[in-house]
Nanobody, 115 residues
Framework: QVQLVESGGDLVQPGGSLRLSCAAS????????WSWYRQGPGKQRELVAT???????SYADSVKGRFTISRDNAKNTMYLQMNSLKPDDTAVYSC?????????WGQGTQVTVSS
């Protein structure tokens, strides 16, 4: 069973940037979609961004133009580049990988945007 481990969460000031990583313990070749989710304090979990096996990407309206999802197959790692961060971006960010009939989640990494 492949495991996912997120890293890169931190405390950052509004307007700052962070890059989150989601590293897989094994080959990611069987996964057909990768996503980042987030859950802020008192909020429901929200889909932030998705990248498909073929490279297509999609984003929540709230992060379009600020966040970029990418994947490095050679490193078995997915990334979320977050720019122009806002206090509303404060959340636990988790990655998810989906294959046919199965989904794997990471444990999450905390992002706090505050001055």
């Amino acid at each position: 069973q492949v495991q996912l481990v997120e890293s890169g969460g931190d405390l950052v000031q509004p307007g700052g940037s962070l890059r989150l990583s989601c590293a897989a313990s094994g080959s990611i070749s069987r996964f057909i979609a990768w996503s980042w989710y987030r859950q802020g304090p008192g909020k429901q979990r929200e889909l932030v961004a998705t990248i498909l096996k073929g490279g297509s990407t999609s984003y929540a309206d709230s992060v379009k133009g600020r966040f970029t999802i990418s994947r490095d197959n050679a490193k078995n790692t997915m990334y979320l580049q977050m720019n122009s961060l806002k206090p509303d971006d404060t959340a636990v960010y988790s990655c998810k990988a989906v294959s046919l009939g199965n989904a794997v989640w990471g444990q999450g990494t905390q992002v706090t945007v505050s001055s």
